[in-house]
């Protein structure tokens, strides 16, 4: 199983961009599918983006499209969250998740992020406001 630690997490303005890392440690990073999900005050943990082995992407928030971009750098054994064009309702805690996914599955992310992962880090807190 892999260790996961998110870092990035900041208060930023409305229209602001931050970019959230997750740090793997332990083998076969490449294998692994990586999700970020969010936590919002008083709601439910939801899926936002996942990235597959081939680097396929998912997304899981509609609310996302257009603004999130999700990334990963296997040398680095990194996954990036690239959000722009921030809104008050984008503040969460943001976590990173991992599950090995089969060698010939190489574009598989779980259709169920919030039970399909299996590692998961400690969360990030993301503030927009002004």
């Known amino acids: 199983q892999l260790q996961l630690v998110e870092s990035g997490g900041a208060l930023v303005q409305p229209g602001g961009s931050l970019t959230l890392n997750c740090s793997a440690s332990?083998?076969?990073?490449?294998?692994?599918?990586i999700g970020w999900l969010r936590q919002a005050p008083g709601k439910e943990r939801e899926g936002v983006s996942c990235i597959g082995v081939n680097g396929d992407r998912l997304t899981y928030a509609d609310s996302v499209t257009g603004r999130f971009t999700i990334s990963r750098n296997n040398a680095q054994n990194t996954v990036y969250l690239q959000m722009n064009s921030l809104k008050p309702e984008d503040t969460a805690v943001y976590y990173c998740?991992?599950?090995?996914?089969?060698?010939?599955?190489?574009?598989?992310?779980?259709?169920?992020?919030?039970?399909?992962?299996?590692?998961w880090g400690q969360g990030t807190q993301v503030t927009v406001s002004s």
């Open positions: 332990g083998s076969g990073f490449y294998s692994y599918a």
């Open positions: 998740a991992a599950r090995t996914v089969p060698t010939h599955l190489t574009h598989w992310c779980p259709s169920n992020p919030l039970s399909d992962f299996r590692s």
